[in-house]
C-alpha cells in the first residue's frame, strides 16, 4: 500500500476543511490559544499584525521561526505563517518548520518585484492573494491551491476586500456566459492561464477554496462577504487590535456559520466592545497601499 | 428508496457543500443543519471534516451538542474526519465528544499537513457496489486515527496491518478519511444503504 504526501487534492483538501471558517492572525502562543477557544479554523502565525507593519514601516519578512514554533505547540489546530512574495527560502524554511499552509504574502515586504514562487515544487499548500480573475488564476498555475482577497490589510475598512471579491466573482460570472471562441483572447487580456479559464469557464467556479480577507473587523463584515460569495475569511488585525478580542473573535466565528441570518447576526454583535481603529483607504498615500503588491 | 430520503448534513463549518454535491448526485434530497430545528424529520446525517474543535464549540454555543447526541443514538449518522471524531468515545479531552460509538480516537495521528496523504485501501464492505471491485481510493487530511474498537464494532477499512481508519457500530459511520473529496461515491451509497427503508 502507497501512500503519497503533497499532491494537489492533498493540498487542495486542507482548505476544503477549513471552509466556514475563520482563520485568525496571532502574535503570540497565548493569542493563538485565545484564538483556538474562540472556534477559529486556523491561525496565521506572526510577529506583527499588518496594522503594526504599516505603523513601524521598514522592511517586514517571515517570522522568527522560534515564535512559529511555540505556537505550533500551543494549538492542535492548523498553522500557517507568511513568506514575502518571491522569497522561495522563506518558503523552504517554513515547509521544514512543518507549518500547515504558507501565505505568499503582499503584507510582507515584496523580495521579487516580477515573480512569485514556483508553489508545485513544496508539499505544503500555499495560500495568495488576488485582487481578480487574473491574478487567482496565475497564482493557481504556479501551485496556489487556496486564494483568497487582498483587500487592504491593516485598515479595518473593508472596502477592498468587498472590491476584490466583487470583481473576482463577477469575472466568473461573465466567463461562463462567453462563447468558446472569445476565450484564448480573454485569457490573453487577463494574463491566466489558457487551460484554467477553460476550467472556470466550464464549473463557474475557481477550482481552488476562495477566502476574504484584508480589513475585516465585525461580525458583520465577515458576514458580508459570505454572503458575496466567499468560502470563509481570514481576520488579521481586527481581533487583537480589538477591546476584548476573546469576544470579537467568537463572535466572527459565529457570524461565519450564519452569514444568512440576520437575527443571529444581531445577537452577535451585541456588546463586543471597541473594534479596532480603522484607516480609511481612500486616505492612505499609494505608497502605502499593500494590494498592489503580487504581479 | 434514495428518492424519498432526506438526509442533513452538519454545516457548522468544514467541507458540507463537497458532501451535499456528493448526496444530489445520487438523488437525495439534503438539508444543511446549523440549528437544531434542522434535525426535524431528516433520514440520517452526515457530519463532515472540518476542524473538529470549531464544530464542537459551534454545535455547544447554539445547543446543537445535547440534539446531535439524541439524533444519534436513534438514527443512521456518518462522520467523516472531524465528524469520526465527534461521534467517538469521549476522552475527557476539551473540546467533549458526542461520546455515542465506541471507538477511541486520536487527533492529528499522522502528523502535520506535510505528511496528508493519499492511498488505496481495501473494503470488501464497498465491493458489492462497483462490479466486486474492494478498491477504494482514500485522501487523509491531518487524519485522525481509531486505536481501539468496542466488541459491537465491526472494522470495515485498515491502513496497513494495523491502522483503523473505517469502522461501522450499527446506524453509526466512522472514516478518518474524505469520501467526500474523491469521485468515488461508494461510501455514500454505502450509507445510504445503511437508512432503513420508510
Redesign the interface.
Known sequence: ???????F??KK??A??????VIMDVVTAEHARIA???????VMALERVPADIRADGGVARMSDPELILKI?DTV???VMAKCRIGHFVEAQIL?AL????IDESEVLTPADESHHIYKHDF???FVCGCRNLGEALRRIGEGAAMIRTKGEAGTGDVVEAVRHARTVLGEIRHLQIMPVEELMTYAKNIGAPYELVMEVHKTGTLPVVNFAAGGVATPADAALMMQLGVDGVFVGSGIFKSGDPAKRA?AI??S???YN?PKILAEISRNLGEPMVGRQISTLPDNELMAGRGW | MVGSMRIGILALQGAFIEHEKMLKNLGVETQQVRLSQHLNDLDGLIIPGGESTTITKLAIDFGLFDDLKAFASEHPVWGTCAGAILLAKDDQSNPPRLDVMDIQIVRNAFGRQVDSFQADLQVPSLAHLNGSNPTYPAVFIRAPIINTVGKKVEILARLGFDKIVAARQGHLLATVFHPELTNDDRFHRYFLEMIPSK
Open positions: 500500500m502507497t501512500e503519497t504526501t503533497g499532491t487534492a492533498v483538501g486542507l476544503q476543511m477549513l471552509k466556514g471558517g483556538e477557544d474562540a472556534g477559529a479554523c486556523a505550533m492542535s489546530i492548523p515547509e512543518g507549518v500547515d499552509y508539499k505544503v499548500p467568537a466565528v459565529k461565519v456559520t450564519h441570518e
